[in-house]
DNA sequence: TCTAAATACGACCGGTCTAGTCCGATATTA
DNA sequence: TAATATCGGACTAGACCGGTCGTATTTAGA
């Protein structure tokens, strides 16, 4: 269902927080996870992934903790959501390689694959300085809901 | 990974399929299914839900069969999706009601919620129509591999 | 030097979801 | 009446995900 992964959403709050907090210096996995109701070691996951990808530093011993590897508006969503759900794939059939097996009759590969492009990009335009600037939504917006059946 | 789900595929292929033989009348579930190396049965129900949704109609019988409901330029590849996945929902939280427990203390939500606007944007811009415009994917175009890091 | 606090990392586990199968009922045509 | 469809629910094996646990390592400070 298009859905991202739980563990993508807690990395991108992470992000944001680390942005808002970039002047402090850095959090501790402790820190961040208490303030979002975040299970401690599932965010020290997470973060320890992103600090692979490259997207987060980390100090470690006491007083340690993580910091923005780049400016807020060097990252993008899209980096963060790869850097932990890995490449953005619409369609199982594309792999890196581009292997599609039983798919060598599939007539809807290349218009996804377009479609795909066009998702990538949008997660690519919101930065996390974006997500940043934002209000930090003060109250559960219950009046905003839609239909999602357009 | 913001991947759809093998069913939802099977359903593009099928609306695919129907549109371009949309001429030619109706077309059975088993005739598809081959066509594609699609499990019979599993096409099957594809196809009956995308008749419970108003995508297709479809006839019983001998020499029964599916047709497209509505023309290809007024069925968008949102439509489908959502016929075979559910509502498209970017995060967990994004329910019908709006709830969303824990995550009072959630910070990206509402980012998050402007991505999966755009992302449902583009899935409804894309009509059936669009697909079947296209060649029908000759061969398997290796040469088009492209770097998933962006 | 010792201790506490922190990152780093892999193994594990239970629940949920997905793809696929199976079965029976109903409808339609020849 | 027989063959061929759609219809629709029940079921299963396996993958995946969220979360936990244990342990090693690094670092700051008393």
Not at 91 to 95: E, F, K, P, Q
């Given at each position: 269902m298009l859905r991202l992964s739980k563990k993508a959403d807690y990395a991108l709050m992470a992000m944001k927080h680390l942005a808002l907090q970039s002047d402090r210096g850095s959090s501790s996995a402790r820190e961040i996870a208490e303030q979002y109701d975040i299970p401690i070691e599932l965010m020290a996951k997470v973060l320890q992934r992103l600090v692979r990808r490259g997207l987060l530093a980390s100090h470690q011993g006491t007083h340690g903790g993580y910091q923005l590897a780049r400016l807020p508006a060097q990252i993008s969503v899209a980096d963060v959501i790869q850097a932990i759900d890995g490449p953005v794939t619409v369609?199982?059939?594309?792999?890196d390689d581009g292997r599609c097996d039983q798919y060598a009759?599939?007539?809807v590969r290349d218009p996804l694959w377009r479609v795909r492009e066009r998702i990538l990009t949008a997660l690519g335009e919101c930065t996390i300085a974006e997500l940043a600037s934002e209000p930090p939504t003060p109250a559960p917006m219950r009046a905003a809901v839609l239909h999602t059946h357009l």
């Open positions: 369609t199982a059939c594309t792999t009759k599939c007539n």
